[in-house]
């Protein structure tokens, strides 16, 4: 079955330092790759996707590219901010249009000034 | 952009009381909406997929007549939770699909604390 693998946390960084979140996954198809974000109190958010290999995502100054070969969806930022402090999830689905998410288990990011 | 929205996003029951939980999308119709369920420092797991109009699709190990779920209009699903416990004690979120823009939102949560 379909699953995700990611990297465990907590990872703490100090500000404008270098991220990298690995995530792997296992899928039978041709899935739709995510980076959620979720900041304390509040719920999912979408930070990138990319739905075809080679595909690159990015949005905030985060980037993940979609790596067929490897299964992977590696997040990274050149620069962290405090404000980049959360919980980040990366989770695939089989189909970009309104499918099921396999989720991993979070990486808890705390960016220290 | 659009929003999905969960009401309570906390609450607190004794045990073998039942709790309901809504999930509204706010500005877009949703003929799926998702509910999942939220332990600490773990991932989210799908508990079942909720269908306008139908049954809702329970995964595996989840029990139906627990968990009920009605999906009775294309803005809203409820999810009950019969006879709570404290091992239902959990984080649930829903999450719909628009259509419109092909994204998947997701609501803020539900803290559920059954005592």
């Known amino acids: 079955g379909d699953s995700v693998t990611q990297m465990e946390g907590p990872v703490t960084l100090s500000e404008e330092a270098f991220l990298t979140i690995n995530c792997t996954y296992t899928a039978t198809g041709y899935p739709s790759l995510f980076w959620y974000v979720q900041y304390p109190g509040e719920g999912l958010q979408l930070l990138l996707k990319a739905t075809k290999a080679d595909d690159k995502g990015s949005n905030k100054g985060f980037e993940a590219t979609y790596r067929k070969e490897t299964t992977s969806f590696h997040l990274e930022k050149g620069s962290v901010q405090v404000s980049d402090s959360a919980v980040y999830f990366c989770a695939l689905s089989e189909s970009n249009t309104g499918n099921q998410f396999y989720f991993g288990t979070g990486t808890s990011l705390t960016v220290i000034p | 952009g659009a929003v999905v929205s969960q009401h309570p996003s906390w609450v607190i029951c004794k045990s073998g009381t039942s709790v309901k939980i809504e999930c509204r999308s706010l500005d877009f119709q949703a003929t799926t909406m998702f509910w999942y369920r939220q332990f600490p420092k773990q991932s989210l797991m799908l508990m079942a997929t909720?269908?306008?109009?139908?049954?809702?699709?329970?995964e595996q190990g989840v029990e139906k007549d627990k968990f009920l779920i009605n999906h009775a209009s294309l803005t809203l699903s409820t999810l009950t939770v019969t006879s709570a416990h404290p091992e239902d004690s959990s984080f649930y979120i829903c999450s719909a699909w628009d259509f419109g823009t092909d994204t998947q939102y997701f609501g803020p949560g539900t803290r559920l604390t059954v005592l």
């Open positions: 909720s269908n306008e109009g139908s049954k809702a699709t329970y």
